[in-house]
């Protein structure tokens, strides 16, 4: 899927302590990746797999 402008300025407004460490199907942290849930209509139409 594509990321929006719209869901961009939302990832923009995720408050720094939302955010935690990515981590591999292992179990290792990916280095420099980070991940935070975004709720409500923000991903209105992307595949269930991704929202």
């Known amino acids: 899927m594509t990321v ?3 869901i961009h300025q939302h990832v923009l407004k995720v408050p720094a302590s939302a955010w935690t460490p990515a ?3 292992d ?4 280095d ?6 975004l709720t409500g209509g923000v991903l209105d139409g992307w595949p269930k797999a991704c929202g």
Request: glycine fraction near 18%; charged fraction near 30%.
């Open 4 to 6: 929006t402008d719209a």
């Open 23 to 25: 981590a591999e199907a």
């Open 27 to 30: 179990g290792e942290i990916r």
């Open 32 to 37: 420099g990746a980070w991940g935070a849930e």
